[in-house]
């Protein structure tokens, strides 16, 4: 392969083919100059309910390989995600706007989950449970449930795909995946890897278009499929939960958060700014994980401010092409939209800008650091999904989590401290999924990614990430005398 442009596909991929049912197409745009990269079919519900069928008729075979053979296939699959790093990283930077490193590292992230899931397919074991009567025989097994529907964001175009589907092809699920209409380049283009690594006609399918809400419709009330995983808004998880309650449909919902850092007094200051930065600007501010209150007590908060107003300051905006670009591009108007607004709620209550603050024309934000941030303010209770850095003063620990815990969602949390028993009381009682503690960035394939209250319910990647894929069949033998 020599360039990005032969892994572009301009049409939806169903029953090991490239399909697409009407002619309409829609343009897919590079979110830092709004040029068009390429256009896409554009496809409706009816044309995924034919997808879903198509997966519902693939799966009894798929089911039927042992794990190993699946597994084979991942790896390949794994093996040419890496031999394409390069195209795969330019697509996606260009559809994404994120940076080149991070399309980068988010290449290496999202394969790593495939790499991951081939080996943890190979030990999905049942149980020899003691019978409970003398003639009785008990087992169990672990079967896939069935077709998966994966609804996916732009924000991680190819992580946030294979952290579902890797555990879900392992295990011998089909899948149907609806990748977000802003970046569907990327996710056709690993389809078609998969397809080259030998996956069946009909187990792997990506259905694209431009109305999400039908095209989620279709996913949550088709009996053929047996569940959904979703990452994206809370407001979205909500109505896809009560879509799928008809059919009491499995759920793994990735949603929202408001990702509290605080730092304590006695923290590693240098240390913190480092959490603080990867934690708030990852893909500039727009991954469900970014830190979107920084509570900071204050006996440091002014050291603390200084040194990251110091190095926020320093960041490049531009095309996530250049290589010393660190934020690139917002996805749409929207998003400035909402950076503008919370910027000047922020002001109107008491805020003041130390530096950013401002939109710059086609569509980006400044890396911005909000100081006097209070508890009135819309980001304070609201996920802000872009590059503006709140910073709230509190005085005592409990402060700082009533604060910290005072939101629906919880999702991400980071806390610095060099206090052993702090640390320990504080990770205590923050009611969050994942805590970081001296640490801002903490996403793996190797650990369990999700939320409490608001934010989801489900666990992905880890030894966890299969559970969600496969239902517990018990068996029971009697008569064994
Ligand atoms: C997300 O923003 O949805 C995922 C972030 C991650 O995997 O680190």
Known sequence: MSTYKELLFDRSFVNGKWTNQGTGKFDVKNPFDLSVIGQVHDEDRTFVGKAIDVAHAAFRSWKSKSAKERSAILLKWFDLIHQHKDELAQIMTLESGKPLAESKGEIDYGAAYIQWFAEEAKRNYGDVIPGFTADKRI??????VGVVGAITPWNFPLAMITRKIAPALAVGCTVVVRPSEET??????INYLADLAGFPKGVYNTVVGTDPSEMGKELCENKKVAKISFTGSTKVGKILMSQSANTLKKLSLELGGNAPLIVFDDADVDLAIKGALGGKFRFGGQTCVCVNRILVQEGIHDLFVEKFTAAVKKMK?????????????LINQRAIRRMEEMTEDAIAKGGKVLTGGKAVAPQFFEPTIIIDANESMEFAQNEIFGPIAPIFKFKTEQDAIRMANDTVYGLASYFFTNDLNRSWRVREQLEYGIVGINEGLISSEVVP???VK????????SKYGLDSYVDIKYVCIGGVL
């Open 139 to 144: 087992i169990t097994l672990k079967e896939p």
């Open 184 to 189: 569907p380049f990327t996710a056709l283009a």
């Open 317 to 329: 905006l531009g095309s996530g092409l250049d290589t010393d670009v660190n934020i690139g591009p």
């Open 449 to 451: 990614f999700g939320g």
């Open 454 to 461: 608001e934010s989801g319910q489900g666990r992905e990647g």
